[in-house]
Nanobody, 123 residues
């Protein structure tokens, strides 16, 4: 069992930056692939980024978002730059017990989810 708690969301103007953090507790953190997803109002939850020993991003986030992890601290961060109003949504941290995924964007890979943190980008 893995528990995930996100923090760092808030209100920011377009062009600004935010750093989200996810603290994990439970089983061996380093054996999990970690991901970030987001869900805008009225839309489906969508993939943002994933990290194992390497990183993988949704196309629209490449160059603006950076995912990182600290296995000793059992945390995974998402640094978001050049934020746009369309980045608004609830951001979720998720854990995949397998380091390999044929489709890293698939929500079904992730067994554990945090409660989410709200990010609002004003224009």
């Amino acid at each position: 069992q893995v528990q995930l708690v996100e923090s760092g969301g808030g209100l920011v103007q377009a062009g600004g930056s935010l750093r989200l953090s996810c603290a994990a507790s439970g089983r061996t953190f380093s054996s999990y692939a970690m991901g970030w997803f987001r869900q805008a109002p009225g839309k489906e939850r969508e993939f943002v980024a994933r990290i194992t020993a390497s990183t993988y991003y949704a196309d629209s986030m490449k160059g603006r978002f950076t995912i990182s992890r600290d296995n000793a601290k059992q945390t995974v961060d998402l640094r978001m730059n050049s934020l746009k109003p369309e980045d608004t949504g609830v951001y979720y941290c998720a854990a995949d017990p397998s380091l390999y995924a044929s489709n890293p964007k698939d929500l079904k890979n992730y067994d554990y989810w945090g409660q989410g943190t709200q990010v609002t980008v004003s224009s």
